[in-house]
Structure formats: C-alpha cells, structure tokens
C-alpha cells in the first residue's frame, strides 16, 4: 500500500509539473479581429484573452493599435471606420498587456472588402500640429524578442504639390548588438525604397516662404521654411554616425496639408539590452521636396521594458565613459498615467538621486501637463510645477492640474491619462566610478504611492595603461642585480575591485667567486726552468668566478586588485617568466709559486708564471627553453586609481632560492 501511494504522488508530481509548463511554454494567446460591416462602414473589435495580473500592480488592461489597411489608424478599443472607396484592405490590431505577467497577444491580419459607399462622412488622416511636419512614435515600449509598430507620419507644409524623400535610423551604435530587427514594412501611398550611395541636389535651399491661414480668411501670415534644417548632409552624416542601419525612401505626388503614415513593424532581439533603463533610440528625417536640402528630424526614445507599465523611470547614464563624463549631461525622465476611475489633481514624484549628481544643477527640460514651474513661498491656484530637492531625493509635483483616469467614463484617448516629466542633471565636483540605482515613487492624489522601476547609472570599463618600472631584491642570491620596465593594462580608475594585467622585460645579473688558500704540492716529475732550476716541491693556488646573466620576459594574465581608498591599493595574481636567453660564464684559474726555503718551514716565493693557467667557459640557453610561475601579493600609495604611486611587492617563486622582494613606481593614464 505504501509503494502505491508514493507511486501516486510521483505520477502526480509529474503530471502537475507538466501541465505547469504546458501553460508556460506551449500556449500563444492570440487576440482576434472581429467586425460588424455596413457598406464602408466598419465597426471593428479584438477577442482577447484573459489577463494574468501582476501582483501590487494597478488593475491589468488592454491597449490597442489598429492599422485600417488605408494608411490611418486608431488606438480606440473599440474603433468605427469610414472608408473613402472601395476595394480590399488588411486590417490589424497590436495589442498590448499592461500590468500583466504573460506575453502580448498575438494577432493576425484580416481582409475587409468594401463593395458600395453609402456613407461620405469620411475619416481623414488627422493632421500633425502647425509646423511640426513630422512625428515618430511607436505603439509600446520595447520589450526584448517582441514585436512592436512604429509609425513614421509626415505632412507637406508647402502651399505646392512636393516629390520628397524620408529616412528611417535605427539599431544605436553606442549599443555593442543590434536591439532591432525591420520585420515588415506598410506604405499606402506609393512611398518606395531606394538605395542611395550619394545625394544630389539642385538648389543649396528653398528660400521660399509658406503662407498660413489664420482665423481670418482674408489674413495671411508668412513664415521661412524650416530655415534652421538646411545641412541635410550634415544631418545624414550625423545620423549615419550614431546608428547602424537606415532606410531611405522617396514619395511623389504629395499635395500641400496632405499627412501620410508609414508603418514599420520591428521585432526586438534577444540581444536587446536587458537592463530596464536604458534608453534606445531611432530617427526620422524628412525631406519635403527633394531638389532642396531643407528638412526637419525626429529622434525617438523609448525605455526598454521587461513588462509594460506606464509608470517608468528611464536615464541615458548607460555606459558612460569616466574619462569625459564630466562634460556630460545627464538626461532623466519620469513617465506616470493615471489608472483610477477619476481624475487626479495632484501628482507627486518622489525621485531617488544618488550622490555623484550635482543637484543644484537641475533643470527641467520639459514635462506632462505642460505648465510653468511654481513660485517659491507662494501659494497659488493655477497648474504648475513644484520642486522640492531634499537630502537624498527631488519631489516633483504638479499642482492644481486635471489627469483622467484610464477606468474612467467617458475617457477614450488613453494617451490623456499618461504624463512625464523630463530633466537633466549634472555631475558633481567628486564622485567614484561605481554602479547606482534609483527610482520614483508617484503618488496620485491622496493614494499609495506606485513604485517605478530601478534606473541604473553605470560606467564603462575605459582602458587604463601605466607604466611600472623598479628594482627587484633577491635575498637568496649572491650579489643579484635586477632591473624591469614594463606595461599595465586595467580599467580606467576602478572604485573598489579591479582586474589588471602587466608585460615586463626583466634583466637579472647574478656572481659568485672562490679562492684556495695555498696548497704545498709534490712535483712528479719535477719542474725544471729555463735557467736551469729544477723544484721538485711548490706551492698552488685556485680561484674561480660564476656570472650568471638572465633576460626574461614576465607576464601577469590577469591580478585582482582593490583600491581600499584614493591613495591606498592591495591586489595579488599569479606571474608567469619565460626566458628570452640565459648565459652562464665561469673563469678559473692556477697559480703556482716556488719555495722559499729561507723560512721554516719553507713558505711560497716567486710566482712561476710559466706554470699558471687560466680557463673560461660560457654556456647559453636558447629563448623559451625554460619558464617559471610564482605568486604575488603586493601595495601601493599614492594615486591608487591614476596618476603615479609607488609599491612594494612580494613573489613566492616556484623555482628554488628565487623568492625576492619587488620596489617599484607606476604611472597610470
């Protein structure tokens, strides 16, 4: 019975986990178009399923994009549209989940026919704002190995028909892996691409002048045409330079206060950064009449998200470079909605600063609802802008403003329920280079506060090279002398835990020397001299040298460094000598002297020159026959993480009687 139940609660085990991973891995939520038609007219709808709300968040919801097939569009949930002609269009929806845990729901395109108009009330494509001309924006945040639509919209403010041309640039260069990948591309009126290798123009501008109605009919006022856009090549050559791809394409036929949508559908990688954050980018030129150089950009910033919520705190402090970061500024921005079922009058913005901003040096560069900053010390009743900077944060709050909220009635543009506020800061006079997080908490009213996400201030590791020179001590040798000059490479002044490698050349001098005292010796057969004289006995005397001559070069792969303070630096790593080549050169030599039998005993006289000898001897290694590994551990003063320092370092040496203590200088830039 026992080997039944257990039996039991494996099967069971086995089955629950698989029906856990079923719902995980193998079921696509799909939403699907549905519509009511009448003539040309066209009620549409999406069947979507079921959310999987993200605990402590605001209530999950939908929002959706439609693309008619026409070349408009609506965010409405529930959208009516009122085609100008017949024929067959490609309807689709984007649908986003927010506040939800699962993916975005995916959808498939479906073909409307309209066969008869019989209604006239037509839907145009909604004009862009007086002198904006163009607008770039994207139908969600991006989110690593989803899809997402942008939609590139232009308008002709010339008072002529123009033929023009319009760049698309994406995938930011300061990013190691492209984070995006063009799916498709939607034009609806005969937009087509190009490659172009050159661009030529007719006329450096158009200095022409537009004419704009005002309110009254018979007035007219003149404006220049975008004057302040006319190095297109610079534009492009600028553009080029910041991102890797781009798409070009020339339009015909564009009549004046005409707007036209193009529609790109991206599809993020996995290569995305995943660091929530970060800020990636792309831009819009658009060129209105291609025989002249005048055009207006649109650059784009959207927050990569790991789920999408409106509440969202965003920095361009992503890999910056130490070396020149104090000549940048830093931008932030603080995006919120309301998702209450009435509106908010009050919003508060508690943000988190770290300590290497300068918070004197803030400055709002603009925000949602537009209003002016609040006097000091004044109570006022109209909307404005509050900042509070405190010890550790800034408040930001908007007073006396109206914000709807998503869930309430009556409320069908969701993009009325959403604000931000963007602002830049500087850095302050003496910071570390070290990783910082910080985030907002947004308060709506009287409520509990929503809590963004982490935006992360982080370095890039920057390249360091020194210059380390010194004296090694070998306590164990005879009359060692021992010189280096070398390399070091690490990151650019690393706060805390660092790693560093080193390349020297190291010359090693080594000598030793012996002598006998006099030794009284038998003669066999006995010595006989020039003049005659012959000894049978003498006196001998041996000596002999070693000089010992080593060129190595000395490698540290890699050592672990901690810098304790500015001044104070420890570390310890491996260090591996090959020898480039090592010659050994011993001389000995023989003397021998006559007795002087004048002493008693007899004692050494005259040197016997004759009978003296010498040899030398000289042994060499070829490069590379021979390399030794030691351990190290070692401190610096001075500028621990640039500039010069000295140190003292200790090598456990792996190759007898080769321990040795190291005094050096280094200089890091």
């Known amino acids: 019975m026992k080997k039944i139940v257990v039996l039991l609660v494996f099967l069971f085990g086995i089955s629950s986990s698989f029906s856990q991973t079923k719902v995980k891995d193998t079921i696509t939520r799909r939403a699907n178009v549905v519509y009511d038609q009448k003539g040309n007219v066209v009620a549409f709808k999406a069947e979507t399923p079921p959310l999987i ?16 097939g026409d070349g408009t569009y609506s965010k409405t949930a529930e959208p009516k549209k009122v085609y100008k002609k017949p024929g067959e269009y490609k309807v689709n929806v984007s649908v986003t989940n927010n506040y939800d845990n699962g993916k975005p729901p995916k959808t498939r395109p479906k073909t409307v026919a309209v066969t008869e108009v019989i209604d006239t009330n037509f839907d145009d494509v909604a004009t862009l704002a007086d002198s904006t001309s163009i607008h770039l924006f994207a139908n969600r945040e991006p989110m690593p190995e ?37 799916v498709e591309t939607r034009t609806h009126y005969g937009e087509r691409e190009i490659s172009e290798n050159g661009i030529a123009f007719v006329e450096d501008e158009n200095n022409s002048y537009s004419s704009i109605a005002s309110a009254d009919e018979n ?16 534009t492009l050559a600028e553009s080029k330079s910041q991102f890797r791809n781009y798409k070009t394409f020339e339009f015909d036929g564009m009549n004046s206060k005409e707007t036209r949508n193009v529609f790109f559908t991206f599809k993020t990688t996995p290569e995305m950064i995943k660091d929530t954050s970060a800020t990636v980018r792309m831009r819009g030129v658009y060129v209105p009449d291609r025989s002249y150089k005048n055009h207006k950009k649109k650059t784009l910033e959207m927050e990569i998200v790991t789920s999408h919520d409106p509440n969202k705190m965003s920095s361009n402090a992503m890999f910056m470079n130490y070396r020149t970061v104090r000549l940048k500024t830093v931008n932030f ?4 909605q309301n998702d209450g079922e009435g509106p908010a009058r009050m919003i508060r913005l508690e943000t988190d600063i770290p300590d290497m901003f300068d918070k004197k040096t803030l400055k709002i560069v603009d925000s949602y609802p537009k209003c002016p900053i ?64 910080s985030r907002t908490a947004i308060i709506f009213d009287k409520n509990e506060p929503v809590i963004t996400n982490y935006a992360v201030t982080r370095f890039l590791p920057g390249v360091s090279i020194g210059v380390r020179t010194g004296y090694n001590l070998y306590t164990d040798q005879e009359n060692p002398k021992s010189y280096f000059l070398g390399a ?19 010359y090693f001098e080594s000598g030793s020397s012996s002598e006998s005292g006099l030794q009284q010796v038998q003669f066999n057969p006995p010595i006989i001299l020039s003049t005659g004289v012959v000894y049978d006995t003498g006196f001998t005397q041996t000596s002999s040298s070693t000089k010992t001559v080593r060129n190595l070069a000395e490698v540290v792969p890699i050592s672990l460094r901690y810098n304790i303070n500015n001044y104070i630096g420890v570390g310890v790593g491996p260090q591996f000598s090959v020898l480039l080549n090592e010659t050994t050169e011993v001389n000995r030599s023989r003397k021998v002297f006559a007795p002087d039998f004048n002493t008693d005993p007899p004692s050494a006289g005259e040197e016997i020159e004759s009978m003296s000898m010498t040899d030398s001897q000289e042994t060499s290694t070829k490069a590379f026959e021979k390399m030794n590994a030691s351990v190290f551990a070692d401190a610096t003063f001075g500028f621990a993480r640039i500039g010069p320092s000295v140190g003292i370092r200790y090598y456990l040496n792996f190759e007898k009687d080769f321990n040795y203590w190291q005094f050096y200088a280094i200089w890091k830039f």
């Not at 997402?148 to 308008?155: A, G, I």
């Not at 007035?219 to 610079?234: G, H, K, S, T, Y």
């Not at 070091?488 to 560093?500: A, G, H, L, N, V």
């Open 333 to 336: 921005k603080t995006r919120f």
């Open 146 to 182: 989803e899809e997402m639509v942008v939609v590139l919209s232009y308008q002709n403010l010339l008072d002529y028909v123009a033929n023009g041309k319009l760049y698309l640039f994406y995938n930011d260069k300061e990013f190691k892996n492209d984070n995006f990948e063009l």
């Open 488 to 506: 070091t490479i690490s990151p650019y002044k690393s706060y805390r835990f660092y790693w560093q490698s080193e390349l020297y050349y190291n």
């Open 219 to 234: 007035a007219a006022f003149q404006i220049p045409f975008w004057n302040e856009n006319e190095d297109l090549e610079l």
């Open 374 to 437: 609040c006097p000091k010390d004044e109570e006022v009743n109209y909307s404005c802008l509050d900042t509070i900077i405190k010890q550790k944060q800034i408040h930001f709050t908007f007073k006396n403003i109206y914000i709807p909220g998503s869930q309430q009635k009556n409320v069908t543009e969701r993009d009325s329920t959403k604000g931000f506020v963007k602002y830049t800061m500087k850095f302050a006079k003496d910071f570390h280079k070290e990783k910082t997080l």
């Open 53 to 68: 709300q993200i605990a402590g968040a605001p209530k999950a919801n939908y929002t959706f994009f439609w693309e008619y």
